[in-house]
């Protein structure tokens, strides 16, 4: 997958409202089921279990059988596209802020 494509399926993923809360409860846990993800959701079991799919195949969980349940953990490193394409604006930013800290000694000397 080259680096356009990558930053495109994470941008995808991340794009959906449910698919990000899942997203967020996954990396605040160790590991978490479907099942705990399901409760006090309001989101149906199988919507979650979709939800996993595609943050799986964006590479931004991995998934561990043990028994009957699946345990989902997340894969920060799946955010790496993501974080390489902010990075190019890297300046633009430290720029902005110099200026604002500048700005700031001014106002408040």
Do not use: C
């Not at 495109?8 to 997203?23: G, K, M, Q, W, Y």
């Amino acid at each position: 997958m080259n680096q356009a494509t990558a930053i495109d399926t994470v941008l995808r993923t991340l794009a959906d409202p449910t698919r990000r809360a899942v997203f967020e409860r996954v990396f605040r846990s160790d590991e978490i089921t479907v099942v705990e993800l399901t409760r006090g959701s309001g989101v149906t079991q199988g919507a979650i279990s979709q939800h996993l799919k595609s943050l799986k195949l964006a590479g931004l969980v991995a998934e561990r059988p043990e028994g009957r349940n699946v345990y989902y953990r997340a894969r920060p490193e799946g955010l790496t596209p993501l974080v390489d394409w902010i990075g190019h604006y890297d300046a633009f930013w430290r720029k902005r802020f110099a200026n604002l800290r500048t700005l700031l000694k001014e106002i408040d000397p």
